[in-house]
Protein backbone atom coordinates (compact mmCIF):
# COMPACT_ATOMS: atom_id res chain seq x y z
CA UNK A 1 0.00 0.00 0.00
CA UNK A 2 1.17 3.37 -1.21
CA UNK A 3 0.90 6.09 0.99
CA UNK A 4 1.41 10.04 -0.66
CA UNK A 5 2.31 12.55 1.27
CA UNK A 6 2.13 16.06 -0.67
CA UNK A 7 4.31 19.15 0.47
CA UNK A 8 3.33 22.52 0.05
CA UNK A 9 5.26 24.04 -3.13
CA UNK A 10 5.57 27.51 -0.97
CA UNK A 11 5.73 26.26 2.87
CA UNK A 12 7.24 22.42 2.56
CA UNK A 13 4.16 21.90 5.26
CA UNK A 14 2.52 18.45 5.05
CA UNK A 15 -0.66 19.58 5.74
CA UNK A 16 -1.87 20.00 2.92
CA UNK A 17 -5.80 19.27 1.37
CA UNK A 18 -6.63 17.45 -1.40
CA UNK A 19 -10.17 17.31 -2.23
CA UNK A 20 -12.65 17.12 -5.39
CA UNK A 21 -13.48 21.13 -6.17
CA UNK A 22 -17.03 21.64 -5.80
CA UNK A 23 -18.97 23.05 -8.67
CA UNK A 24 -22.40 25.08 -8.39
CA UNK A 25 -24.97 23.19 -9.22
CA UNK A 26 -27.30 24.27 -12.72
CA UNK A 27 -31.53 24.57 -11.83
CA UNK A 28 -34.00 24.68 -13.60
CA UNK A 29 -37.87 24.71 -12.87
CA UNK A 30 -40.64 23.03 -14.61
CA UNK A 31 -44.11 22.47 -14.23
CA UNK A 32 -45.05 18.69 -14.46
CA UNK A 33 -46.43 19.36 -17.94
CA UNK A 34 -43.13 21.27 -18.72
CA UNK A 35 -41.38 18.43 -17.91
CA UNK A 36 -42.92 16.02 -19.92
CA UNK A 37 -42.91 17.82 -22.99
CA UNK A 38 -39.56 17.97 -22.82
CA UNK A 39 -38.26 15.07 -22.15
CA UNK A 40 -40.69 13.44 -25.51
CA UNK A 41 -38.20 15.28 -27.43
CA UNK A 42 -35.90 13.34 -29.29
CA UNK A 43 -32.36 14.82 -27.62
CA UNK A 44 -28.65 14.71 -29.50
CA UNK A 45 -25.71 14.27 -27.11
CA UNK A 46 -22.26 14.32 -28.73
CA UNK A 47 -19.56 12.44 -27.06
CA UNK A 48 -17.91 14.72 -24.21
CA UNK A 49 -14.79 14.32 -21.69
CA UNK A 50 -15.79 14.67 -18.54
CA UNK A 51 -12.90 15.87 -16.13
CA UNK A 52 -12.71 15.98 -12.61
CA UNK A 53 -11.44 18.78 -10.94
CA UNK A 54 -9.48 18.74 -7.62
CA UNK A 55 -8.41 21.74 -5.21
CA UNK A 56 -4.54 21.45 -3.39
CA UNK A 57 -4.53 23.88 -0.21
CA UNK A 58 -1.93 24.00 2.03
CA UNK A 59 -3.87 24.56 5.50
CA UNK A 60 -0.53 26.17 6.94
CA UNK A 61 -0.05 28.92 5.16
CA UNK A 62 -2.97 28.81 2.31
CA UNK A 63 -0.94 27.90 -0.90
CA UNK A 64 -3.59 26.92 -3.38
CA UNK A 65 -3.48 24.70 -6.86
CA UNK A 66 -6.14 23.40 -8.88
CA UNK A 67 -5.64 20.43 -11.67
CA UNK A 68 -8.29 18.66 -13.46
CA UNK A 69 -7.57 14.64 -15.03
Known amino acids: MNIDI ?10 VLHE ?5 RNES ?6 FIEKHK ?3 MQY ?3 LYT ?8 CGHR ?3 HV
Do not use: W
Not at 6 to 15: K, P, Q, R, V
Not at 29 to 34: I, R, V, Y
Open 6 to 15: IHCDSCGSTN
Open 20 to 24: PKRTA
Open 29 to 34: HFTMSQ
Open 41 to 43: QPQ
Open 47 to 49: DVY
Open 53 to 60: YYILLCKD
Open 65 to 67: LEY
